[in-house]
């Protein structure tokens, strides 16, 4: 069993930044694809980043590839989401999946074997 941790979110002002990071344990990490999704009450889950095993490959919401930055250190099995210009509509729970994954369909949840508790995520005006 993979466990994932996220951690890093918090209250921040509109426009300002914050880095996500998810912790897993496990011998494989290197050969997950990785995911940061998000959900805000009352929304479907939305991807948001995917990053593969090797860190060669990464893959973006078209309307965050701007802002957002995903990236992964797999010495400290730790996958991280840089955000920046954060706006209130980026307020919602971050998770982070793991998974084995055809890499066509980095943006479907169901496609990932392990997931996160999350971590909030609240940018005020």
């Known amino acids: 069993q993979v466990q994932l941790v996220e951690f890093g979110g918090g209250l921040v002002q509109a426009g300002g930044s914050l880095r996500l990071s998810c912790a897993a344990s496990?011998?494989?990490?290197?050969?997950?694809?990785m995911g940061w999704f998000r959900q805000a009450p009352g929304k479907e889950r939305e991807f948001v980043a995917a990053?593969?095993?090797?860190?060669?490959?990464?893959y973006y919401a078209d309307s965050l590839k701007d802002r957002f930055t995903i990236s992964r250190d797999n010495a400290k099995n730790t996958v991280y989401l840089q955000m920046n210009s954060l706006k209130p509509e980026d307020t919602a729970v971050y998770y982070c999946?793991?998974?084995?994954?055809?890499?066509?369909?980095?943006?479907?949840?169901?496609?990932?074997?392990?997931w996160g508790q999350g971590t909030q995520v609240t940018v005020s005006s």
């Open positions: 999946a793991a998974g084995w994954l055809d890499l066509k369909r980095v943006g479907v949840p169901s496609d990932y074997d392990y």
């Open positions: 496990g011998r494989t990490f290197s050969s997950f694809t």
């Open positions: 990053i593969s095993g090797s860190g060669g490959n990464t």
